[in-house]
């Protein structure tokens, strides 16, 4: 066992075995101070069998997630420091991979996932080989990490935690494993994605089907990313937003990209049957509601681009409430009561 791992004990579905010493099984936690979030929203069994056959649809290189990992990693220019140790965590694990060379210093790198298939595609990507950087595969589930407290320099999740049934629950995991100033960076899907599809989807079900049944994850807004970060103890949280706009020749073309990302439906309460008129009825609503003039179809993706970082002495503080030298009325006599004052620009 590599000796940043904490022993863990499985309380769900036994993994298979690895023959090969570069790979290592997480399980779930039996710890008490690990259980299981009592509020399930997702179908983490189906999640991984979704992930198993993303990693087989998957081409190469995908457009949106490559443009998501860079400018996610693009933060780790912005730090003065390296990062040694690094595990990145679910999600568009090649595409991390694919882009990562010689960013934040990383010496050792983790991949893990809570799909076989997905890490096994993510060790053969191509290009990604860097001689300076010991990379390690691990089967594991994000909402159970089997690291040890203080023992991670860097987390980095790339469209993945999503999926989770406890968002905060993992997050504060992420904080425990990272050490004092360790970095946290996150891209999560928004409120904002797939709006279209959502649209089409309620009227062709309102059409054929009288009601509508959950067809989407309800994913965060962006007032809830801030708070996620507070929330589990992150110092210097930031947050920003992007907003991607794929087209597509159909909203079938759009559900198949769906299918290799790895981003279909996974809710527990779904409705298990999809009728074929009712989906004939959302691509048809979809074209006769957003198609361009060639003919294509927009999908919009919202990215939350979240930072944080684990307390340390050495960051900057805010200052205690009530320690003010100067007050407002101090500004507004030295400037003068009909003056302005004029940012940059």
Known sequence: MHPLFRLVRRTSTLLPHFPST???VGAASGD?????????IFDRDLKRKQ???AAWLMGSKDALVDAVAENLLDRLQDCKRSFSTALCLGGSLAAVRRTLHGRGGVQELFMMD???DMIRKCRDVEGACDSTMKTFFLVGDEEFLPFKESSL??????LGLHWTNDLPGAMIQSRLALKPDGLFLAAILGGETLKELRIACTVAQMEREGGISPRNSPLAQVRDAGNLLTRAGFTLPG??????VVRYDSALELIEHLREMGETNALLQRNHILKRETALATAAVYQSMFAAEDGTVPATFQVFYMTGWREHPSQQKAKRRGSATVS??????HFGSDSTVDGPG
């Open 22 to 24: 570069r790979f290592f």
């Open 32 to 40: 008490p101070e690990f259980q299981p979030s009592k509020i399930k």
């Open 51 to 53: 992930r198993d056959r």
């Open 114 to 116: 809570m799909s076989y």
């Open 153 to 158: 320099d860097l987390i980095v999740s790339c």
């Open 239 to 244: 947050v920003d937003v992007d907003e991607y």
């Open 328 to 333: 407002f009325e101090d500004i507004k006599k």
